[in-house]
């Protein structure tokens, strides 16, 4: 019998490689994003239909437990029970502290915080109702952090204590969720080349008088052992590992996979 899995923020970059190779390990996959980004899911749902597996669109805004709900309840009635909710989506914003205006922080919380709280929770009653998680098949909740939650970077401080919040909840859910055979364990990629990273890069330019593409360049050649910039894929095999069997006794961690950038 088949797995599901809904992945937020999935058509593009990082969540699409996640839900991509989710499919590839076996999973039946729920796309999901906001409205405007309903031609990507399509198109990713397509993807993973051609690997011979069932997809579906979902579209939600995570900030909104009711859509939240609403997404996850036309997951379980068209893919079948949930077994593994990604709440992947997020935003990044390059601002000064002192320029933060209230909404920016408000709306860095929403997405990035309450997003995930959103999915966790929702996610959370989804697999209690369902009776079906074990010790040795239980559910999985992943969520996004990032290496800034670990240590923040200049100029994205809004972003970091964001992340350093997902990865609280995520520490905070694993206690209360292993009565239910529920792990809960989150990913914390580094530079990755994604559309969010060369937003990143441009403004941090900007900032710092440098031109576009020098700030990825320094923070790959001086912070990045590995020596090269992430691919999404990169983060996917790490979100197919917490979400397969191997990792069942694997629960309340945020996981660096960033080539060397910061050392747990």
Known sequence: MGKTAIVTGSSRGIGRAIALRLADDGYDVAIN??????????EVAEEIKKKGRKAIVAIADVTKLSEVEAMIEKSVKELGEL??????????QVKALLDLTEEDFQRMFAVNVFGVQNCYSAGARQLIKQ???????????IGCASI????????????SASKWAVRGLTQA????????????????????????WDVIDEELAKKQGKNKGDVIK????????????????DVAKLVGFLASSDSNFVTGQT??????????
């Open 131 to 141: 009776k079906n998680c074990k010790p040795d098949a239980p559910g999985k909740l």
């Open 218 to 233: 320094h923070y790959v050649k001086e912070l990045t052992a590995l020596g090269r910039t992430s691919v999404p894929e």
């Open 33 to 42: 994003d906001v409205p405007a980004n309903q031609k990507g899911c399509e």
């Open 83 to 92: 077994n593994t909710l990604v709440a992947n989506a997020g935003i990044a």
């Open 173 to 196: 859910y694993a206690m209360e969720m292993a009565e239910h055979n529920i792990t809960v364990n989150a990913y914390a990629p580094g530079i990755v080349g994604t559309a969010m």
């Open 148 to 159: 800034v939650a670990f240590k923040p970077f200049p100029l994205l401080s809004h972003y």
């Open 255 to 264: 996981q660096v996979v960033d080539g060397g950038i910061i050392f747990t």
